[in-house]
Each structure stands twice: as structure tokens, then as C-alpha cells.
């Protein structure tokens, strides 16, 4: 009986050594994909935000180009001989 006993205890213990190092390696998991989270996310805005910087210069030369001031207007050019 006393056997039986101290198997069940040297199970038990070897089970919460177990189960302790389950939530460490889970602690340590979601760590980590929060930081690959964090990172994926500053990667994607980073795109965004050199996206949004060449459409602003695009949208700009077309109102530079369109508006009433410019001499550019989008024709091309004739040279006027004599002139």
C-alpha cells in the first residue's frame, strides 16, 4: 500500500513539474507572437505610409499641372519658328 502511495505521489509530482512547464512555455508563446504581431503590424504600416506619401506627390503634380496658374497644362509643347 505504501508503494502504490508513493507512485501516486512520485506521478503527481512529475505531473505538476508538467503542467508548470506547460504555462511557462505558454507565457513564453504568447510573447512571442505578440511581439511578431507588433512587428507585422509596424511593417504593414510602414507600407501604408509610403503609399500615402506617393499618391500625396501624384495628387499634388496633378493640381500643379491643372490649376489655373500652371503654363503646363498638359499639351505638349510647340516650338513657334521665328518667334
Not at 3 to 32: F, G, N, P
Not at 47 to 67: D, G, M, P, Y
Amino acid at each position: 500500500m505504501n508503494k502504490s502511495l508513493t507512485e501516486k505521489e512520485e506521478l503527481i509530482s512529475t505531473l505538476s513539474k508538467i503542467y508548470d512547464q506547460l504555462e511557462e512555455l505558454e507565457l513564453a508563446l504568447v510573447a512571442s507572437f505578440s511581439k511578431q504581431r507588433t512587428r507585422l503590424n509596424n511593417e504593414e504600416l510602414g507600407k501604408i505610409f509610403i503609399a500615402v506619401n506617393k499618391l500625396s506627390l501624384i495628387e499634388e503634380k496633378l493640381i500643379h499641372r491643372h490649376s489655373p496658374d500652371s503654363k503646363d497644362l498638359g499639351y505638349p509643347s510647340v516650338q513657334v519658328k521665328g518667334a
